[in-house]
């Protein structure tokens, strides 16, 4: 694997977990339109997560 392309893939996974906070952050998980049932697991299992680490409260 490259260097670029692990810098890529680390921002990209940076990026991803700043939106997903961002939208449990803003309660917009509930209101996400989806026909997958795997996202609704992971959308979930993260909010689950994060409630658990105690980062619910802090962003709430």
């Given amino acids: 694997m490259s260097p670029g392309l692990l810098t890529d893939l680390r921002s990209a996974s940076a990026n991803n977990d700043c ?4 939208v ?3 309660g917009l998980q509930k209101h996400i339109l989806h026909a997958s049932k795997k ?22």
Avoid: M, T
Wanted: charged share 15%; aromatic share 28%.
């Fill in 19 to 22: 939106y997903s906070l961002c």
């Fill in 39 to 60: 996202l609704h697991r992971q959308l979930e299992s993260s909010f689950f997560n994060l409630s658990l680490k105690g980062f619910y409260k802090f962003y709430f």
């Fill in 24 to 26: 449990i952050r803003a």
